[in-house]
């Protein structure tokens, strides 16, 4: 059992975080207002998330103007989709 835990990462312990990394592992991009629609979260609390991830290097953003709008789009690092496929692996072997 032991063995299993150690490959949980506590960056996804979170369900925002769990959340966010589920949507860009499977988009190559989405923005602020898309990720925010999907987990149905605040502004703040999103964005203290997304730092969060940030810090770790499992998501990079991108700055734009659409329309003279600022636009965030997010994606997960190759380092990000590892880590997070690691994750749900120990999560499905603990499901066994």
Aim: aromatic share 8%; proline share 1%; charged share 35%.
């Amino acid at each position: 059992m032991k063995e299993l835990l150690k490959d949980l990462n506590k960056a996804f312990e979170n369900k925002i975080r769990l959340g966010i990394m589920s949507a860009l592992v499977v988009n190559d991009h989405l923005d602020f207002t898309a990720l925010k629609d999907l987990l149905g979260v605040t502004d703040g609390n999103l964005a203290s998330h997304l730092k969060t991830l940030e810090k770790y290097r499992y998501i990079r953003y991108t700055k734009e103007f659409l329309d003279r709008k600022p636009n965030t789009k997010y994606s997960a690092t190759e380092e990000g989709i590892e880590a997070f496929e690691k994750h749900i692996r120990a999560i499905e072997q603990l499901l066994k």
